[in-house]
């Protein structure tokens, strides 16, 4: 989906109240001095105002042990305005938890977020604001730190601060395309039409997902360009359902595991094209090997109670798959424990960790994905760009690429783990130049064995179609 952002600077004065009220209330027995000092360790962390994900409130755990926040009141400056955080509501150690409170009242551009214990009067925390959010009022650093304007919005995982540059560290300024400048088309005319989205290359064979609840599976036409395979029922691309063989998946990402395609396609949704006005941020497995000309989804992991309010076209865009080999061996941090990524923790799994891009916020998200259905999420970090629409794991340069389309003048990030066990932006390119502006939602890289004279192909899927072509191929160095 195209869509346009733009950002703007205001400098605006702006306060916090913290530990001062909640210490006060425990000294005339309020609550208990015990309590006091756990609950002091949640903190009001960022707030949106304005944009796609308006009216919400990321609560942090800055202390070390996890903490039930049931039935504790968010309130706005209107102390007839409240907000019941839902029973069994926990946060973990340098956990992050949003609150969409719209449906309760708005958050206005001169205004105050509140937090309290269950009691409705024992004040936690509390940020007030003159301006609206453009587009985050973020606690920087985390949990500690004064309230800022970032640059992103980074709703359910670490704050942006002081740089437009997400996931920390890192090169933000953007360099030239790490490749050739020339781009060429790699499909016929007008095959695909509109809304070709994610992509994923397998050797000979180059995966599609199309908006329209549409996966494709391509082969090569030549040494530059692909095409529908005309067998087993590919010829037009295989329609998608939802598990039962109901509704029409809005897929917008593709990506396999280990085990090739004989291990599944997993599909990243942002809704159902039958209930185009509603959220459905959901993974879907698919067996590419049965015949006939629409697949059943054999699994879904349903994230939306899991993830930031967003819109419903502005949902989950990318999907990419990491190994545990790799997430073990760079002392991966598992943000749901605060400690080292232990596979052996969770059930059987896809042995690895699914990584979600969201468009609307620019985020990130990794997740276990368990045979039985379950789902853990495991990392969430922001990108550094307005939105994500697509990601892909380059093993054999062991990193991260997050793609933008012309929202962000088509700009590429690349990140990789750091010292600490977290994904961090290690550069930011521009797109070749020889390639406009395009709608591009879907990115893939070839592999190593595609590497010749130190450079490898790579493909873009044009959502917009622009000239009768879906697909355009470049390269890049190995």
């Known amino acids: 989906m195209n869509r346009s952002i733009a950002r703007g600077g205001r400098r605006v004065l702006a306060r916090f109240l913290v530990a001062g009220p909640l210490l006060a209330?425990?000294?005339?027995?309020?609550v208990p001095v015990a309590h006091a000092a756990v609950a002091d360790d949640i903190r009001i962390n960022e707030v949106a105002t304005t944009g796609d994900v308006d009216d919400s409130i990321e609560l942090f755990n800055k202390g070390t042990a996890t903490i039930d926040v049931s039935g504790w009141i968010l309130k706005d400056d209107d102390t007839s305005h409240s907000y019941k955080i839902a029973s069994g509501t926990?946060?973990?150690?340098?956990?992050?938890?949003?609150?969409?409170?719209h449906g309760k009242f708005g958050l206005g551009s001169d205004d105050e977020a509140r937090l309290?214990?269950?009691d409705g009067k024992t004040l936690v925390d509390s940020f007030s604001w003159s301006t609206h959010s453009d587009p985050s009022w973020s606690r920087c650093p985390d949990g500690t730190g004064d309230f800022e304007q970032a640059a992103t919005v980074t709703l359910g995982g670490p704050n942006s601060c002081g740089t437009s540059g997400g996931g920390g560290g890192g090169s933000t300024d953007p360099v030239v395309w790490p490749?050739?400048?020339?781009?060429?088309?790699a499909d016929a005319s007008n095959v695909f039409g509109q809304d070709l989205s994610g992509l994923y290359q397998e050797g000979d064979v180059l995966w599609g997902a199309q908006n329209s609840g549409k996966l494709w599976r391509l082969v090569r036409d030549g040494s530059a360009g692909w095409k529908p395979d005309t067998s087993s029922g590919w010829s037009s691309g295989k329609s998608l359902r939802f598990t039962g063989g109901s509704g029409a998946p809005d897929s917008e990402g593709v990506t396999l595991t280990g085990s090739g395609s004989a291990g599944?396609?997993?599909?990243?949704?942002?809704r159902d094209g039958d209930a185009s006005g509603?959220?459905?941020?959901?993974?879907?497995?698919?067996?590419v090997t049965t015949s006939g000309s629409s697949l059943t989804a054999s699994k879904e992991w349903n994230l939306t109670s899991d993830l930031p309010t967003t819109g419903s076209n502005l949902g989950l865009e990318g999907i990419t798959w990491v190994p545990d080999t790799y997430l073990t061996g760079a002392a991966f941090k598992d943000a749901s424990t605060g400690a080292a990524y232990d596979p052996a923790r969770y059930s059987a799994h896809s042995g690895g960790v699914f990584f979600v891009g969201v468009e609307g916020t620019g985020m990130i998200y990794g997740y276990v994905l368990t045979d039985s259905g379950g789902h853990t999420r495991v990392a969430s970090f922001s990108s550094g760009m307005a939105g994500v629409m697509e990601l892909q794991w380059e093993p054999q340069a062991t990193r991260l690429w997050a793609v933008c389309d012309d929202t962000c003048d088509?700009?590429?990030?690349t990140?990789?783990?750091?010292?600490?066990?977290v994904f961090t932006t290690t550069a930011v390119y521009n797109r070749p130049t020889g390639m406009s502006n395009y709608n591009n939602e879907g990115f893939s890289l070839a592999g190593s064995s595609e590497c010749v004279a130190g450079s490898k192909p790579v493909y873009w899927a044009d959502d917009a179609n622009d000239g009768g072509h879906a697909l355009r191929k470049g390269t890049i160095t190995c």
């Open 179 to 185: 490749g050739g400048s020339s781009v060429a088309t």
């Open 278 to 287: 509603t959220s459905r941020l959901s993974v879907l497995k698919y067996d």
């Open 116 to 118: 309290y214990l269950a």
């Open 264 to 270: 599944g396609a997993f599909v990243a949704s942002e």
């Open 410 to 413: 088509g700009r590429h990030r």
């Open 25 to 30: 209330a425990c000294a005339l027995g309020g």
């Open 415 to 421: 990140l990789k783990m750091d010292t600490t066990g």
């Open 90 to 101: 926990t946060l973990a150690a340098g956990g992050y938890r949003t609150f969409d409170v």
